[in-house]
């Protein structure tokens, strides 16, 4: 490789990271946030509370810092120690992906039944049960955004632990016209709720993402890739220079032997 050409593979792999561990700074400072300020407030199966918002948030945020900060200071430091480590975590990450990926694709109808009974026992049991549980903010928000109610239908509500031996549903089941309707919620204003379940909407309206998704695994690979390819060719780099005896490090912008 010219000097040039890994000079630039250094500078621009370098720089990359640095945006990348700034993004995981803010995505794991945005996680503590909602861990310290909101807690109980970011999941709809508070039986799984490692599903949660803040908590994947801090999860997403530690590992991007961690993988990017041996990218940063192997590239600047030209050590070959934690370009191997950074090559060896993308690819343990990448490897992670794949096998959720693929786990999701084969077991997905079954995935789609489990989601749906934790969501059925996160309203029955912990739906108004303290006074941190954020469950009523997170369906009123969904309610309303999706125009639908309860998981399959309004009938998920029926004779909750929050309200049990009655047949009634959150006031965000009603309709926007009704809402301020004395008691719209009670079970003989049916015509007045959201006829289809959120399950549906949800997935209708992940459908109609698609794209984006699409768009974000690309561009979330292209950066492995580019990062696998980066890092390999300035490990080698460096271990050509120092098999050729040079006494000079590999990366050093000062004068080069002709």
């Given at each position: 490789?010219?000097?040039?050409?890994?000079?630039?593979?250094?500078?621009?792999f370098?720089?990359?990271?640095?945006?990348l561990?700034?993004?995981?700074?803010?995505?794991?400072?945005?996680?503590?946030?909602?861990?310290?300020?909101?807690?109980?407030?970011?999941?709809?199966?508070?039986?799984?509370?490692?599903?949660?918002?803040?908590?994947?948030?801090?999860?997403?945020?530690?590992t991007?810092?961690?993988?990017?900060?041996?990218?940063?200071?192997?590239?600047?430091?030209?050590?070959?120690?934690?370009?191997?480590?950074?090559?060896?975590?993308?690819?343990?990450?990448?490897?992670?992906?794949?096998?959720?990926?693929?786990?999701?694709?084969?077991?997905?109808?079954?995935?789609?039944?489990?989601?749906?009974?934790?969501?059925?026992?996160?309203?029955?049991?912990?739906?108004?049960?303290?006074?941190?549980?954020?469950?009523?903010?997170?369906?009123?928000?969904?309610?309303?955004?999706?125009?639908?109610?309860?998981?399959?239908?309004?009938?998920?509500?029926?004779?909750?632990?929050?309200?049990?031996?009655?047949?009634i549903?959150?006031?965000?089941?009603?309709?926007?016209?009704?809402?301020?309707?004395?008691?719209?919620?009670?079970?003989?204003?049916?015509?007045?709720?959201?006829?289809?379940?959120?399950?549906?909407?949800?997935?209708?309206?992940?459908?109609?993402?698609?794209?984006?998704?699409?768009?974000?695994?690309?561009?979330?690979?292209?950066?492995?890739?580019?990062?696998?390819?980066?890092?390999?060719?300035?490990?080698c780099?460096?271990?050509?220079?120092?098999?050729?005896?040079?006494?000079?490090?590999?990366?050093?912008?000062?004068?080069?032997?002709?």
């Amino acid at each position: 490789m010219s000097r040039s050409g890994y000079t630039c593979v250094r500078y621009v792999f370098c720089y990359v990271n640095v945006l990348l561990w700034l993004s995981g700074c803010g995505i794991l400072g945005v996680g503590i946030w909602l861990r310290a300020i909101h807690d109980g407030y970011t999941s709809l199966v508070p039986q799984y509370s490692l599903l949660s918002a803040d908590i994947l948030l801090i999860i997403v945020g530690a590992t991007t810092v961690l993988i990017t900060f041996f990218a940063c200071c192997g590239s600047w430091f030209q050590s070959r120690c934690m370009l191997v480590t950074y090559f060896s975590l993308v690819i343990f990450m990448f490897l992670i992906e794949f096998i959720l990926a693929t786990l999701a694709f084969i077991y997905r109808e079954n995935l789609n039944d489990i989601l749906k009974e934790e969501l059925m026992d996160g309203i029955r049991f912990h739906y108004r049960n303290s006074t941190d549980n954020g469950l009523e903010v997170i369906w009123s928000k969904a309610h309303t955004k999706f125009h639908c109610c309860g998981i399959n239908n309004y009938e998920d509500w029926y004779e909750i632990k929050a309200w049990e031996d009655r047949r009634i549903v959150p006031v965000s089941c009603c309709l926007p016209q009704y809402q301020n309707m004395t008691n719209c919620w009670e079970e003989g204003n049916i015509a007045y709720w959201y006829s289809k379940g959120c399950s549906e909407q949800v997935l209708m309206w992940f459908v109609s993402q698609l794209h984006i998704v699409g768009v974000i695994g690309l561009l979330i690979s292209f950066i492995q890739l580019f990062g696998l390819i980066s890092a390999m060719l300035l490990f080698c780099t460096v271990q050509h220079k120092r098999v050729k005896g040079h006494i000079y490090k590999a990366y050093s912008s000062t004068s080069y032997p002709s």
